[in-house]
């Protein structure tokens, strides 16, 4: 079984900073691509961020410039940077991979996995 597990979520002022941080959990052989959602209630789950296995990014035209992505292979870690944060991006925030390969033998492969969410608010 393999899970992914999301950190550092709260409250924060607007203009301040957040750092989110997801780890892939289990017996992993290999991750996919990395990346992260956001939600807020009434609407549909859109994307913030994501990075490749090779480090390539995407980001969502909203967060450009403010946020960052980054993985760590070793650790099987994906992180999300947040700076001047605005009241708009108030959200759940949830970590997802395309694809997880386990170290198992033999070998499975979970495919569009979710973390549980970790709540960002951004209010004076």
């Known amino acids: 079984q393999v899970r992914l597990a999301e950190s550092g979520g709260g409250l924060v002022q607007p203009g301040g900073s957040l750092r989110l941080s997801c780890a892939v959990q289990?017996?992993?052989?290999?991750?996919?691509?990395l990346g992260w959602y956001r939600q807020t209630p009434g609407k549909e789950r859109e994307l913030v961020a994501t990075?490749?296995?090779?480090?390539?990014?995407h980001y969502a035209t909203s967060v450009k410039g403010r946020f960052t992505i980054s993985r760590d292979n070793a650790r099987y870690k994906v992180v999300l940077q947040m700076n001047s944060l605005a009241p708009e991006d108030t959200a759940d925030y949830y970590c997802?991979?395309?694809?997880?390969?386990?170290?198992?033998?033999?070998?499975?492969?979970?495919?569009?996995?979710w973390g549980q969410g970790t709540l960002v608010t951004v209010s004076s």
């Open positions: 997802w991979a395309d694809s997880i390969t386990t170290a198992t033998i033999p070998r499975n492969t979970y495919r569009e996995l």
């Open positions: 289990g017996n992993i052989g290999s991750v996919g691509v």
């Open positions: 990075v490749s296995n090779a480090g390539t990014t």
